[in-house]
């Protein structure tokens, strides 16, 4: 069952989804280790308020497959799938709901297709404004091993490759 936070959250999402101009089509992308099944409670919720609305939830990359595959990568496939979904529909305007990780490749999306037809983008715990640091799994260790630490595994060559939405 959803903690009072996640309510507040669900319905604060769905004015500004459901105010943007109603009943356009949603598209949702999850997270980092995440899936589709990360939205069947926002689904429901959006369901309930604007019966009809179709809500694509893209299950590209799911679980460990969203941690392996390069950014970059699961940006090209996100184009992809939305613009397939879009044309098979003849969608003129959609919004864009993504968590996270997702959050910050539906960002490039919109800066890489210049065709997309994105009314609303809707970034949940994506940080924009960039990450710094480890979270909290690793705070037991002092700070200069922890600031090195991450240093060295998320700026080594081929983590950058994997973890950066660039070519």
């Known amino acids: 069952s959803a903690t009072m936070a ?6 604060v999402l769905l004015a500004a989804v459901c105010t943007a101009t109603a009943f356009k089509p949603v ?8 899936a589709a099944p990360d939205f069947e409670v926002l689904v429901a919720a959006i369901e309930e308020v604007h019966p009809g609305t179709e809500v694509h939830v893209l299950d590209l990359y ?13 940006a090209q496939g996100v184009i992809e ?3 397939n979904i879009s044309d098979a529909h003849g969608y003129t305007e ?9 959050a910050l490749i539906c960002r490039s999306v919109l800066q890489m297709m210049g065709d997309h ?30 600031d090195r630490l991450a240093h ?11 973890y950066t939405v660039r070519r």
């Open 6 to 11: 996640q309510q507040h959250l669900l319905v």
């Open 27 to 34: 598209f949702m992308y999850h997270g980092w280790g995440g």
């Open 62 to 74: 799911p679980w460990e497959e969203s941690r392996k595959v390069p950014l970059f990568e699961q």
């Open 81 to 83: 799938a939305i613009r």
């Open 94 to 102: 959609y919004h864009l709901v993504c968590h996270s990780q997702g």
């Open 117 to 146: 037809k994105v009314d609303t983008f809707i970034s949940l715990t994506g940080p924009q404004m960039g990450q710094f640091g480890l979270a909290g799994d690793l705070t037991w260790l002092p700070e200069p091993i922890t």
């Open 152 to 162: 060295f595994l998320l700026y080594n060559w081929v983590d950058d490759r994997r």
